[in-house]
């Protein structure tokens, strides 16, 4: 029966070439979650997907080519959210700051799996993908820094150095994706609202 059940699932992936791509980044990550870069195989991966090794080929070059597009997928998920989501800088620099606190917790506490693979196998990445990859993050690191200049020159906030303030809080909020539970005492929500209040009452001058 199961061997019939995989070869089902490996008939209707494979009638789709999106399809198993998707598939494939999707289990992709869930094995470096679980196993991390080194330790996940193609061979595993292809076993997940209910396809034969050799098909892997026809959707990705390599297994750094997989991590690439994974991390590349989220970092561009990530950031087009914060363009639809986060207010313009019609709004004062208290209210973007605490809409981009609320945004970047929630999003990391719904993406567990997703931003700990980026945050964590950034290393794994080759020297030109990294750069490129760097270059994502560093778009939307600048959101928080724009933010954060922006309260400091209008003499809301009282910062030393802006791209130190943003590290700092970015580090904070991302530590959310680790400990986080849904089932837990606290929602989501209310998680983010306190780390706004903490943020906003370390800066504000």
Sequence with gaps: MFGSDRREMAR????SGPQTEAAIHKAGLRLIYRHGFAAASLQHLAAEVGIQKSSIYNHIESKQ???FQIVKGHMDDLLHAADRDLPTE????????EAFVHFHVLYHA??????????S?????????????????????????TILRDGERVGKFKIMDARVATFGILAMLSSVGTWFKSAGRL???????????????????
């Design 12 to 15: 209707k992936i494979g009638s």
């Design 65 to 67: 080519d997989l991590l």
């Design 90 to 97: 019609d709004s004062s620099p208290s209210e973007r700051l």
């Design 110 to 119: 719904e993406r567990s799996e997703e931003m700990f693979v980026i945050n």
């Design 121 to 145: 196998e950034l290393r794994s990445l080759d020297p030109e993908n990294l750069a490129y990859i760097l270059g994502l993050r560093a778009r939307y690191e600048d959101k928080l820094s």
């Design 187 to 205: 929602s989501k929500e209310e998680v983010a609202a306190m780390f706004s209040d903490m943020v906003l009452r370390s800066i504000i001058g």
